[in-house]
T-cell receptor, first 115, second 114 residues
Framework: DGGITQSPKYLFRKEGQNVTLSCEQNLNHDAMYWYRQDPGQGLRLIYYSQIVNDFQKGDIAEGYSVSREKKESFPLTVTSAQKNPTAFYLC??????????????FGDGTRLSIL | AQSVTQLGSHVSVSEGALVLLRCNYSSSVPPYLFWYVQYPNQGLQLLLKYTSAATLVKGINGFEAEFKKSETSFHLTKPSAHMSDAAEYFCAVTSRSNDYKLSFGAGTTVTVRA
């Protein structure tokens, strides 16, 4: 079955530590996205990528970094500069960005907490 | 700029009753609208989408939504609630004015009473 796999499901970060969240898709989608979800705030876009080796900042990119070396992979690093990292992180993909008819498909998320 | 407002962060309905979730959008250009559902500790699943083909859109699990341009609304309904409808629901909008990125509402949590 095609889909998006996020790992790990739960992650704990110590103060001053960088952590990386994995996102892999086998849908052959060009576009991939990272969202942060906090209670009562909906989803906020962190970074997105329309094509391999290219990515753009979303609305809340500070304290985060990404890479897109392969079409199927879009890992997110939460750096020590992100002072409030506790949240539910969702990865998504779509066929491509300008295709308004094509919805985004979501992974099952990673819940990050501070130790 | 585009944005979405979901009226009511929490809705409680009896099993078998009508489910109505409200969504109003703002967009300077024709929008494309989506409703997603999220079950606890899971990702979002697409319920339905409006892409200008028809104003009344039918989705999965018996849900439907009507696009009303004059009211800038895209409310989600289901005639008869089931216990399995208990979840969080998100309305989202995209358009070329925001480089086709999705903007999400804050979400509405639905509880279903037996």
């Amino acid at each position: 079955d095609g889909g998006i796999t996020q790992s790990p499901k739960y992650l704990f970060r110590k103060e001053g530590q960088n952590v990386t969240l994995s996102c892999e898709q086998n849908l052959n989608h060009d576009a991939m996205y990272w969202y942060r979800q906090d209670p009562g705030q909906g989803l906020r876009l962190i970074y997105y990528s329309q094509i391999v080796n290219d990515f753009q900042k979303g609305d809340i990119a500070e304290g985060y970094s990404v890479s897109r070396e392969k079409k199927e992979s879009f890992p997110l690093t939460v750096t020590s500069a992100q002072k409030n990292p506790t949240a539910f992180y969702l990865c998504a993909s779509s066929i491509d960005l300008p295709s308004l008819n094509q919805p985004q498909h979501f992974g099952d998320g990673t819940r990050l907490s501070i130790l | 700029a585009q944005s979405v407002t979901q009226l009511g962060s929490h809705v409680s309905v009896s099993e078998g009753a009508l489910v109505l979730l409200r969504c109003n959008y703002s967009s300077s250009v024709p929008p494309y609208l989506f409703w997603y559902v999220q079950y606890p500790n899971q990702g979002l699943q697409l319920l339905l989408k409006y892409t200008s083909a028809a104003t009344l859109v039918k989705g999965i699990n018996g849900f439907e939504a009507e696009f009303k341009k004059s009211e800038t609304s895209f409310h989600l309904t289901k005639p008869s609630a089931h216990m399995s409808d208990a979840a969080e629901y998100f309305c989202a909008v995209t358009s070329r004015s925001n480089d086709y990125k999705l903007s999400f509402g804050a979400g509405t949590t639905v509880t279903v009473r037996a």
